[in-house]
């Protein structure tokens, strides 16, 4: 079992765009219960199927397996809650550390968060001058909430 260990931030300017090459992100999920959620993202031209157990603090269980292609659209197209989740993604070195931006497309639109896997709780780590308040005790800015209760409605 892997564990993730995440911090997520909102995004307080545009400076993080020219830093990284933008992916499309389509996910979607086949199960977003609070004690596991169950993700079928494709990213560019690769698919992954990912379980996730409840978090504890910033700390979850993660497992990630990798899916044809074509059956992680099946899966998009008839099998996931609906609507999915689509998001231009740009992976960002900062002092030692890979972040990632999101920034959300559809009902999301207008979405922009930030995250860093680091491999501790306590771990410290350099925050670049784009990044915003840090969201990640919030609910609502989970991708499986997104689904249920989009940006735009907030």
Excluded at 12 to 26: H, N, Q, T, Y
Excluded at 56 to 62: K, T
Aim: with cysteine; proline share 6%.
């Amino acid at each position: 079992m892997g564990v993730e260990i995440e911090h997520k931030f909102l995004v307080k300017s545009d400076a993080w765009k020219a830093l990284g090459e933008p992916v499309l992100i389509r996910q979607g999920y086949l199960s977003s219960h609070p004690e596991r959620v169950v993700r079928v993202r494709i990213y560019g031209d690769e698919a992954f199927m990912t379980i996730k157990s409840k978090a504890v603090g910033i700390a979850r269980g993660e497992w990630e397996y990798p899916l044809p292609l074509a059956d992680a659209q099946e899966f998009l197209d008839r099998l996931c809650e609906q609507p999915i989740i689509e998001k231009y993604r740009r992976r960002i070195e900062h002092a030692g550390f890979t972040w990632e931006v999101d920034e959300f497309l559809g009902v999301n639109a207008g979405l922009v968060v930030a995250e860093i896997e680091v491999p501790g709780e306590g771990q410290a780590f350099d925050k670049p001058d784009w990044l915003g308040d840090e969201v990640s005790d919030d609910p609502r800015y989970l991708n499986s909430n997104l689904i249920s209760r989009p940006f735009s409605t907030w």
